[in-house]
């Protein structure tokens, strides 16, 4: 075999695999002096890095970024060639996993401490500060017994450990500056200040939305931490959300930052150092949760086994719960109320007229969704139907308005049943029982009414006893609509007042039936309202 640049390119002998494939096997020897050179820059950095008395000091983000880049490189390598499933290599090959992710973490972490004053952040329930100086400390030191661990392992594998060049320490050494270099660049004008807070403020609170299993992951207790990890806290999830925080940032600094937007609100910067402080904490999240599930949570090879992990579980979850997890929950908290602030502050307030739901009125589902909407916004939003006003963040005052609409509904149905001649002028011997099932039999017939019993079951004896034929039956049919067995498809509406942007949601839960068909069944929402249902 000829050598190449590839990770390919190592005298191997043909074998046939479990499997029953044939397979290349690589010569020890060839692969030890190809590993030499491949892992020589990492070994000589965690050379230096395990003979480093204090290595929270050592470990600077230029150090780990290159740690992190040769570990990627390394572990491309080692899997390229199958270490994974070699009893002689799977060590060293965990321990670069284990390398590349701390290591990931870490810088992480050291860019969050170093941009917290810049983040402009509300005041949580903890501090935070305290918290990221413990979390670094646990990350680092977790690198620093990785790469005295990996040095170990180098020196079994004979895999020489190169001296370097010149002085580490100094070359890589973290300078910063006081200050910042003049601001000076022009100021991008923007439609209008309104539109740019709105535009983030409104994104902001749908993702706050869509992380509501994470934040409640906040408030698990101890020994419910590993249900967690396979529940809401997957590490596709976490991924997912880190994505779209991450794009939140992303729109911020397109379309608002050196804007005119971003110097006449203060609010501004402060929103964009919450998302981007929870997008940081969201990325450690995710690499702890990928940590937990491919390397901590499963068995290891026996190799791996005669000595103990050097991550322990409870430490690594305890680190994701009560530091990423926890500040995620209270700097999206925090950021919340400030949107909802913001958009109250810049409020377009107008009034529209929506049809209330066909059938059932805002009973329990209609008004549930009508108030978390408004909640969402955290908005002022009134209903006005006929003379009366309600609050339309309230799902029990909604629920209040049902008196109104089932008054109209039974004079509506009780003018019907005159106006279509349903009951007989002829009181005598007539089975009260029967015309009223005749009655609602006719009016569904005719597409006036649900029915939602079938066959419809009525009493043997009927109230009130008292009064004509045509009150017994009025006031009967008015009784099987309050019981829900029979309604009326009307098309009463209600004029709701509050801010434009809420109002535009309310209309277009209107038009999809606020969330139910006719028979009451859920159905879909549209992709702008998915938040409703979460």
């Known amino acids: 075999m000829t ?49 480093c008395d204090d290595p929270t000091k050592a470990m600077t983000r230029p150090l780990l970024g290159d740690l992190f880049s040769q570990a990627r490189q390394v572990e491309e390598f080692l899997d390229s060639c199958g270490a994974g499933k070699s009893c002689r290599w799977c060590t060293i090959r965990s321990l670069t996993a284990t390398l590349k992710a701390f290591c990931d973490i870490s810088y992480e972490l050291i860019h969050v401490r170093h941009r917290i004053a810049s983040y402009r952040l509300l005041t949580a329930n903890e501090d935070f500060i305290t918290a990221t100086e413990q979390a670094i400390a646990f990350t680092i030191a977790t690198v620093a017994d990785v790469a005295r661990e990996m040095v170990e392992q180098a020196k079994s594998l004979n895999l020489p450990i190169p001296v370097p060049s010149g002085d580490l320490a100094e070359s890589y050494a973290e300078d910063s500056l006081d200050g910042q270099l003049a601001h000076d660049c022009g100021v991008r004008h923007v439609k209008t200040v309104a539109e740019t807070v709105t535009m983030l403020a409104t994104e902001f609170l749908n993702l706050a939305s869509e992380s509501e299993a994470v934040r409640a992951a906040s408030r698990a207790t101890p020994e419910d931490y590993h249900h967690c990890l396979t529940d809401s806290l ?57 940590f937990y599930e491919r390397h901590v949570n499963r068995e290891r090879c026996h190799a791996q086994s005669q000595k103990p992990s050097l991550v322990q579980p409870d430490a690594l979850l305890s680190v994701l719960m009560n530091y990423a997890i926890t500040f995620i929950d209270q700097y999206i908290g925090c950021a919340v109320d400030l949107c909802q602030e913001m958009l109250q502050r810049y409020a377009e307030v107008v009034e529209v007229e929506v049809a209330i739901p066909k059938y059932r009125g805002f009973h329990v589902r209609p008004s549930t969704l009508v108030s978390k909407l408004v909640l969402h916004y955290g908005s002022k939003v009134d209903m006005r139907l006929e003379d009366q006003v309600y609050d339309a963040g309230s799902s029990l005052d909604l629920f209040r308005a049902n008196e109104k609409i089932n008054a109209q509904k039974r004079r509506w149905l009780a003018l019907e049943i ?78 709701f007042r509050g801010d434009r942007r809420v109002l535009a949601d309310i209309q277009l839960l209107a038009k999809h039936g606020y969330g139910e068909d006719n028979f009451g069944n859920n159905i879909a929402l549209p992709e702008r309202l998915t938040y409703l249902r979460r």
């Open 3 to 51: 050598k190449t640049g590839t990770d390919h390119c190592i005298d191997a002998t043909d074998e046939t695999g479990t499997d029953g494939m044939s397979a290349k096997l690589i010569e020890e020897r060839q692969f030890v002096k190809f590993a030499a050179r491949r892992m020589g820059k990492v070994l000589t950095l965690l050379d230096y890095v395990s003979q």
């Open 234 to 290: 997957r590490e596709e999830r976490l991924r997912r959300l880190e994505f779209q925080f991450h794009n939140l940032q992303s729109q911020y600094d397109t379309h608002v930052s050196g804007t005119e937007a971003e110097r006449q609100d203060d609010d501004l910067p402060v929103l964009r150092g919450h998302a981007s402080v929870v997008f940081h904490l969201l990325r450690c999240a995710t690499v702890f949760a990928h």
């Open 418 to 495: 005159v106006r279509l001649g349903l009951v007989p002028d002829n009181e005598n011997g007539q089975d009260t029982v029967a015309v009223v099932r005749s009655v609602v039999l006719a009016l569904a017939a005719k597409g006036k009414l649900m029915l939602y019993e079938q066959p419809l079951e009525l009493p043997d004896r009927l109230c009130p006893t008292e009064g004509t034929l045509l009150e017994k039956v009025t006031s009967e049919t008015g009784r099987l609509l309050a019981m829900g067995k029979i309604d009326i498809g009307t098309d009463i509406t209600a004029q």
